[in-house]
């Protein structure tokens, strides 16, 4: 067991001198709530360097709040994923700031649900820009900060965000379960060639975590695409409650669903010297789900 594995294993601490990600460099993006603001907040809590990226500018700004707070350090960088420019940008000014890349969180994404036979090309290529292109092109301009020569080496995680959806599939989501399957094919294949590089490669396909995107879609919640409204949500979700009912979710052996606290554990778990041996793997945070 390594001195830094042995200094950390069995518990977490709230140490910034001394925690699981100590002196490490991360990128989150989709950071400004939900999963990736609980992510960004836990990973400062474990002593990493955070770059935090969000569409919404204002958001990030609240979240990189929150990480001052805790005494955290961060660096905000608002845009979009999917944007040309995008990779670019952060890659230069995560380095510029902080001088390395430990690990990348892939996170940000939205549905835009519809029956197979309804959905246009520009619905099903927008879910694929985000979910899968995007990734990729951050990942690639990343490269020079995961390849690199053994005397360099640090813990060094690729982390991408897929969804039970592209493990079963899901109705009215071909565009969402085709992007978040193909994300798994991503994965391991970073994990093939950049294992040589002690690079460790993983995805999290999560099932019911309470979100926005989990939440009812007659709450009215959207968000704007390429200037058009797109309605997030399921129809007619059960609101989230401390004590659920027993038959509220019977599909999952645990009767509830995850909180964004509980997912972003996972994503520390895999980005942490704890998952040292592990790459290459789905791990599905579920409750349960579809065991």
Known sequence: MSQRLAQVSGHVTNSYSRGLLAGEVAIITGAGQGIGRSAALLFAKEGAKVVISDIDAKKLEAVAEEIAALGGDSLSVAGDVGADDFPKKIVDATVQKYGKINHIVNNAGFTFDKMLHTTPDDTF???????????????????????????????????NVSSTSGLHGNVGQANYAAAKSAVIGLTKTIAKEWGIFGVRANTIAFGLIHTRLTASKEAGVTIE??????????????????????????????RRGGTPEEAAASVLFLASPLASYVSGHTLEVTGGAGI
Do not use: C
């Not at 058009?228 to 027993?246: I, S």
């Open 125 to 159: 290529d927008i879910i694929m820009k985000i979910h899968v292109r995007a990734p990729f092109r951050l990942i690639r301009q990343a490269a020079p900060y995961f390849r690199v020569k053994p005397e360099q080496r640090e813990n060094r995680s690729i982390i």
């Open 225 to 254: 695409i390429d200037g058009k409204k797109v309605a997030l949500g399921v129809p007619g979700a059960p609101r989230p409650t401390e004590n659920p009912k027993a038959d509220a979710y019977p599909f999952i052996p645990l």
